[in-house]
């Protein structure tokens, strides 16, 4: 008997996509598929089948959630900036939100992403600046050579080691500011996408027996993607800004290593230094650098915060996917970590 | 417009009908011989199994119906039906849904593979930069003999391969993703509808295959529905371009003669090594670190001034970033989306699809 209701359903389909405007076509959606319900009912009665009456009830049920979920998403529409100024005054009292246009919880999380990006782009330039400073002088060599023979010093080549060490915290805040640039993206596409695509489609869809997977699955990722994952986000900055503070950590490498040099041997018999003294002054000077806090930071505000945000929305289209009629297989998306 | 992708014509559908028409008529037939021997021989179970495979038969005709009809539909599914059910403007509207599929799939290519390039260029220059070592005479005597300073000045652009070596690989994976993508889109297009959708129709018509033939049903409508409206739906907003960070302008500014001139190409490539550092020890490309931010720039000659430069570094790990997203998170996505749909679609013609297996597979 579902599938004469099916067939019935097919025709809303062609129906319903005539309107303008999401909400109208939703909501004629919505009314098709209830008179298609009254109709197998109807059926049901008339032909004294419970097959009919039983799929006619349970595609009520159906009906009367869908249009909850249309009703709860669009007060939740309405009433978040309420609720995202009124929490940003307690967890954040020196941000203003009133001067951030709505949607206010995602444009905050995009000012957000858009600071740790310059802080992390500053971070990135200045363990350049630093990696050349120390290069510099950790390649320079001291050669003396006559017509036949010759020999070369490279007294400061120690400093080469903290080479390694610097590419490697290069290639970890190159790895943040991907993250963070990705973060970015979807932040800004989001308030397009879900609410002028994924969200109407999703109730439309959901409206219907054979579109109810992919409806419902839309619907999660609507809910997941416009609310939970820029609180989030707002949430884990809040979170590592006060574990910042608490440790007292820079997000910034303060040392100057511009004035570190390597002298020579004194071959030429000038009265240049201890080349000796002088490396052990220059490497005391970075040792004492604490470039691995900035870097430490940078990795917690971006890719393990990124990565907190992203199990949550996962985890939520995976838990939510069911109450909205779908069943969907959230760990592929959580595959994604092994590839990034 | 017709759909390029796919066209209802490639179907041999004299064979689908009469394949289907033999199916149907041979289990009527034995159902009515079963129903006739539950009834001779007085046995209840023939009985009902006969008035249970007889709506199931009826079921299976309407459903043939349905999805023939509904392939023919697809192809006039146009992108822009969407704008009526959503606030959104498509652009190239026209399409059908497959081709507006397909050629998202190749925007998105294209836009991984320039940002592939981008990365390899910088991958390039940075090798090449930091290997360069320079010597300085500090004697009058150097052509006889000398003392002076040798020092590998950019050896710290290293660090930029330290960077971009993950996004080379990152870059890599997505322009797979992307291709598989295509791959799935032109298979199902092509060889789902040829074989999956008429088998299945076939099989759902016969009752012991019937089991079989929802499942092939399901899984052939999800791919052929499901995910290419999905990509249309992706198409419309995870465009690069529409949120500022297009980088075809890039590569065309790297590699052209008005810009960096890098030929990519050139296994010999020396951008001037030869002359210009000789005589004013200045090699016409370097990375400069402006403002916290580094580029890759390009000298024009003496006196050294306004050097010409392309995006920063941070800016590529953006198009990097972007790559990722609008590959293997969307694939990731959509195989979710589509086996949400299969499953749900599957419940509906009476089977239970274990989809996951196949998910964890791909």
């Not at chain 2, 040829?194 to 052939?220: E, T």
Request: with cysteine; glycine share 8%; proline share 4%.
């Amino acid at each position: 008997m579902k599938k004469l209701l099916f067939f019935l359903l097919l025709f809303a389909l062609s129906f319903a996509a005539q309107p303008e405007g999401w909400e109208v076509s939703s909501i004629l959606a919505m009314l098709i598929a209830a008179l298609l319900i009254s109709f197998v009912y109807a059926g049901g009665i008339a032909f004294e089948s419970e097959g009919l009456k039983l799929a006619a009830k349970h595609e009520a049920y159906e009906w009367i959630t869908t249009l909850l979920m249309f009703a709860l998403f669009l007060f939740a529409v309405a009433t978040i900036d309420q609720f995202s100024t009124g929490v940003a005054s307690y967890w954040f009292p020196n941000e203003n939100l009133n001067a951030i246009p709505a949607p206010k919880h995602i444009n905050f999380a995009v000012n957000i992403s858009e600071r740790l990006l310059s802080e992390q782009a500053t971070l990135l330039g200045q363990i350049a600046t630093l990696s050349k400073d120390i290069v510099d002088e950790s390649t320079k060599s001291f050669y003396c050579s006559a017509i036949y023979a010759g020999f070369s010093l490279n007294p400061c080549m120690g400093f080469g080691a903290f080479s390694r060490p610097l590419s490697m915290y290069a290639a970890t805040v190159g790895a943040s500011i991907a993250t963070t640039n990705s973060q970015l993206f979807l932040l800004k596409i989001t308030p397009t996408f879900v609410l002028l695509i994924v969200f109407p489609l999703g109730i439309f869809m959901r409206c219907f027996a054979i579109s109810r997977g992919l409806g419902g699955f839309l619907l999660s990722l609507a809910f997941g993607l416009y609310f939970v994952y820029p609180l989030m986000i707002i949430f884990m900055y809040g979170v590592t800004t006060q574990y910042q503070t608490e440790q007292g950590l820079n997000p910034t490498i303060n040392v100057d290593t511009s004035n570190i040099e390597c002298k020579g041997t004194n071959i030429g018999g000038s009265a240049s230094a201890d080349p000796a003294y002088d490396a052990m002054d220059a490497t005391k000077t970075m040792i004492d650098a604490n470039y691995s806090g900035p870097v430490f930071l940078a990795l917690i505000k971006s890719m393990f915060s990124e990565g907190i945000s992203l199990l949550v929305l996962i985890s939520l289209i995976g838990a939510s996917s069911k109450a909205f009629g779908a069943e969907v297989y959230a760990f592929v998306l959580a595959q994604l970590e092994k590839i990034a | 417009m017709t759909c390029q992708v796919f066209t209802p014509e490639m179907l041999n559908m004299g064979f689908v009908y009469s394949a289907m028409a033999v199916g149907i008529a041979s289990s009527a037939i034995m159902i009515s011989i079963i129903y006739m021997i539950g009834k001779i021989t007085n046995n209840p179970k023939l009985d009902v199994w006969a008035h249970d495979e007889l709506p199931q038969l009826f079921f299976s005709a309407l459903f043939a119906i349905f999805i023939l009809g509904f392939l023919n539909l697809g192809t006039m599914y146009k992108a822009s039906a969407l704008s009526e059910l959503t606030n959104f403007t498509v652009q190239n509207g026209e399409m059908c849904i497959y081709d507006y599929a397909d050629a998202y799939l190749d925007d998105m290519t294209a836009y991984v593979h320039n940002t592939m390039r981008i990365t390899r260029i910088y991958n390039i220059m940075a090798g090449f930069i930091s290997s360069i070592w320079k010597y300085e005479c500090k004697s009058v005597w150097c052509f006889l003999a000398g003392q002076g300073v040798g020092l590998n000045p950019d050896a710290w652009v290293s660090l930029i391969s330290s960077v971009l070596n993950a996004q080379a690989y990152t870059t890599t994976v997505a322009l797979l993703g992307l291709l598989a993508q295509k791959y799935l889109l032109q298979s199902f297009m092509n060889g789902g509808f040829l074989l999956i959708i008429p088998l299945g129709l076939v099989l759902r018509s016969i009752p012991f295959a019937r089991r079989v033939g929802g499942v092939l049903l399901a899984i052939g409508a999800g791919f052929i529905v499901f995910f290419p409206t999905l990509l249309v739906i992706e198409g419309l907003v995870f465009r690069p371009e529409m949120w500022g960070y297009d980088n075809q302008d890039v590569i065309d500014y790297l590699t052209s003669p008005g810009g960096l001139n890098i030929d990519e190409k050139d296994p010999y490539f020396k951008g001037g090594l030869e002359w210009n550092i000789f005589l004013f020890g200045q090699f016409d490309y370097f990375f400069k670190e402006d403002g916290g931010r580094i580029f890759l720039c390009k000298n024009l000659g003496p006196p050294w001034v306004n050097p010409a430069c392309s995006v920063s570094i941070d800016r590529l790990l953006a198009y990097g970033a972007i790559s990722f997203l609008v590959s293997s998170f969307l694939l990731s996505l959509n195989f979710i989306g589509t086996s949400a749909g299969i499953i749900a679609l599957g419940k509906f013609l009476g089977e239970e699809i274990e989809i996951a297996r196949f998910l964890r597979m791909v």
